[in-house]
């Protein structure tokens, strides 16, 4: 069970799906949820005050104020609305930086992508990768279109024998205890490695059997021609997933986390929430 569900808040136009997302999943497992919107988007944070005038200051300091109000307001009247318990935080310092230590207090981190943004905090370059390597709690994306009618009922679950899936594995476990129907999805399989480290077909389903999960359907495919997001993408949308659970894999540019191939697919285009943990 989720206990304590934070929930990235910002002026964008995604917002409002985080929180309908965050706050159907704090009903169905009775947890309590946590709003973090960073306040580095304060004017001079990124910028030099010295360079802009000080009405046009003035100006862009209230106008962050009126946005953030407007999401506090918002956030707090739909808890409220859901029965959720609710709390607001506004901590100081770089977005991806309070994201990622807020979520340690949590279960569970719920962001997404967004297009259009109106903040610093918004268009801080790849914050979702930069949590998800960081902050050693799950991160819950969420896709910028399409109705989301459940989370977690069918889960498909990505399996690669690697150290990030099976931690991906572990922290899905609020939502295998509850699903009503399990998909394990490996790519690419190095067969000669499988049967040389002698592996057997039935281990994993076997794994998650003597945890009490559901027997799951295994699925071995190849990515050849199309590439490996895209075959997660396409099994999920075949098999009527309502959840993508996978290791999330990348490499530090200096402050920024550049994801691999397939997170990025995912992110780019996918249509069900997808929990990634590192």
């Not at 985080?18 to 004017?43: C, F, N």
């Not at 679950?157 to 490996?186: G, H, M, N, S």
Request: net charge negative; hydrophobic share 40%; glycine share 8%.
């Amino acid at each position: 069970m989720l206990g304590r569900i934070a929930i990235h808040l910002s002026n964008d136009n995604a917002c409002a799906r985080r929180i309908d997302a965050g706050l159907q999943l704090a009903k169905e497992h009775g947890a309590e949820v946590i709003g973090i919107y960073p306040s580095d988007g304060v004017v001079g944070h990124y910028y030099d005050e010295s360079i802009i005038p000080t009405d046009v200051r003035n100006m862009l300091r209230g106008r962050q104020k009126e946005f953030r109000a407007s999401v506090q307001k918002t956030f707090l009247e739909k808890a409220e609305a859901a029965g959720v318990k609710a709390e607001w935080r506004a901590p100081e310092g770089e977005a991806d930086e309070v994201l990622a230590v807020h979520a340690r207090y949590c279960d569970l981190l719920v962001m997404s992508k967004s297009e259009r943004v109106d903040s610093v905090t918004s268009i801080v370059p790849n914050l979702p990768e930069s949590v998800v390597m960081a902050a050693g709690r799950p991160v819950l994306m969420i896709p910028g279109t399409g109705t989301i009618e459940s989370i977690g009922h069918h889960v498909l679950y990505c399996w690669d024998q690697r150290r990030e899936a099976a931690r991906a594995f572990t922290d899905a476990t609020p939502f295998l205890q509850r699903c009503k129907q399990l998909t394990v999805l490996e790519i690419d399989r190095d067969e000669h490695l499988f049967r040389e480290r002698d592996f057997h077909e039935t281990d994993f389903s076997n794994f998650c059997t003597s945890l009490g999960y559901p027997k799951p359907e295994h699925m071995v495919k190849k990515s050849d021609g199309i590439g490996v997001g895209n075959v997660i993408l396409n099994t999920a949308s075949d098999s009527g997933a309502d959840l993508i659970v996978m290791g999330a894999y990348g490499h530090s540019r200096m402050r920024q986390w550049v994801m691999g191939g397939a997170s990025r697919t995912l992110l780019s285009s996918m249509t069900v929430p997808v929990l990634l943990s590192h």
